[in-house]
């Protein structure tokens, strides 16, 4: 049974750093692309960062470029999103993303709000 549990949300104040991340159970996590969305009420979800099984090469919303950093541990079935300089606008629920075997699965999403 595939499953992905998001934690590391909370409340920071803008210019803030959070990390968050997302443990993969249930499938050969090592040989798949893992991507983070993100959410708020009303919008469409928004891809937000997307990395190769390997790690070798990165992708990022214009948005959010130079400021989140995605990143993988094979060895714990464990994929981070870390986001510095957070602004208000940063403030959504996020998601951890996998796709294989032509199906999406999701996690539970994780609250991040940015506020002073």
């Known amino acids: 049974q595939v499953q992905l549990v998001d934690s590391g949300g909370g409340l920071v104040q803008p210019g803030g750093s959070l990390r968050l991340s997302c443990a993969a159970s249930g499938f050969t996590f090592s040989s798949t692309y893992m991507n983070w969305y993100r959410q708020t009420p009303g919008k469409e979800r928004e891809l937000v960062a997307g990395?190769?099984?390997?790690?070798?090469?990165?992708n990022y919303a214009d948005s959010v470029k130079g400021r989140f950093t995605i990143s993988r541990d094979n060895a714990k079935n464990t994929v981070y999103l870390q986001m510095n300089s957070l602004k208000p606008e940063d403030t959504a629920v996020y998601y951890c993303n996998a796709q294989f075997k032509s199906a999406t699965f999701w996690g539970q999403g994780t609250q991040v709000t940015v506020s002073s």
């Open positions: 990395i190769t099984s390997a790690g070798t090469y990165k």
